[in-house]
Every structure is written in C-alpha cells, then in structure tokens.
C-alpha cells in the first residue's frame, strides 16, 4: 500500500481562509492544545475534520506530537493500529474523554469536575448527568438525588413533574462540538 501521510498540509491560500474547515472542529481541535497555525494547515478539502480531532486527541493522550500522530496515520495504518503503536490503553481513552466532559460540564453548566468525574466513571450518560443537575438545581437537590428518581419507566419531565420543577429547565443551551453532546465522544473508527 501506499505511504500517503495526513501530514503534508497543502499550502493555505493568502490569508489562511481554510476551505471546508468549520469552526467547530478548529475550536475543539485547539482545546487540545494544539497551535492554532499548525492545526489550521491540516483543516483542508481531502483531510476528514474528524481524523485531525482523532489525532489530537492521541497526540494529547500519548505525549507525541500532534505532526508526529498525524505522519503515522496513512492507508496502511488504521487509528487503532496508532492508538496500539502509541501504547494508548482503552482506559486513558476513556479517562481522557470523561475528563474534556467534566471540564465542559462544569464550564458550561456549573457541575464541579470532580462529581461529573464520579457520575461519568458511573456510566452515567452525559445527557441524563446534565439533565439531573438542571432539576437539581431548580429543586435545590443534589445530582445523586435526582439522578436516583429516573427509573428505566419514567422521563425526565415525569422527573420534573415530580419535582415540581417547570419541564421547561430540561431545554439546556448546547454547546456546538462539546464533548457532552457527542463529538469528541465517538471512539476512533477501523480507518
């Protein structure tokens, strides 16, 4: 097969105005640290948004960089061929996404990272986790509280009811690319 890289960046246009690029996929790929020129020159028409997130997200995880991940991944190798050769474990994954969870979480809706953390190491689902902390905040309850009233028969809105909480707290602002609304939450594909 051959050994065509994701990293040789095309050349960027005077200006840098990426082609296809979205600022979604920029800012999340920034979030992990990457410089914003050396993230920008990948964002090109060809080059999958989703594998350059991947990739940082292994760059970030492994402590290689985002270039050195980036010339690993061609048609020979998949993202679970990188993720063996980095010695990425399923469990620093997991640990690497809860984390970017819970700090989003408690950026965007005042969760404090450790309880996110607890609930999300629970298997909680990132939607119910900030669904039960708007009902617990209208209800002045604790998370633990209100996440123990939904049963496998019952919604949230039976929940609110039962709170007597207005159904209408469960319509929270999301965020674009966040990784509690499943971005950043899909594992690396066979590609």
Do not use: C
Not at 175 to 187: E, F, N
Request: proline share 6%; no cysteine; glycine share 6%.
């Amino acid at each position: 097969m051959p050994n065509i890289s994701l990293a040789s960046p095309p050349e960027l246009p005077a200006g840098g105005n990426v082609a296809g690029a979205t600022e979604q996929y920029l800012a999340e790929i920034l979030t992990l640290g990457i410089d914003k020129k050396e993230a920008t020159k990948y964002l090109k028409p060809g080059i999958d948004q989703h594998e350059l997130l991947i990739a940082g997200m292994m760059a970030k995880v492994s402590g290689k960089s985002f270039v050195d991940v980036l010339q690993m991944k061609n048609l020979a190798n998949t993202w679970p061929d990188i993720e063996r050769a980095l010695g990425i474990t399923k469990e620093q994954m997991r640990a690497f996404h809860q984390n970017i969870m819970a700090d989003q979480m408690e950026e965007d809706f005042a969760i404090p990272k450790q309880t996110a953390i607890d609930l999300l190491t629970q298997k909680y689902n990132p939607q119910d986790i900030l669904a039960a902390n708007a009902l617990a905040t209208s209800a002045h309850k604790t998370i633990d509280d209100v996440l123990a009233m939904r049963k496998i028969n019952n919604k949230w809105k039976d929940v609110a009811q039962t709170l007597g909480v207005d159904v209408k707290v469960l319509n929270l602002p999301m965020k674009p690319g966040r990784a509690y609304s499943g971005l950043l939450s899909a594992p690396p594909s066979g590609r």
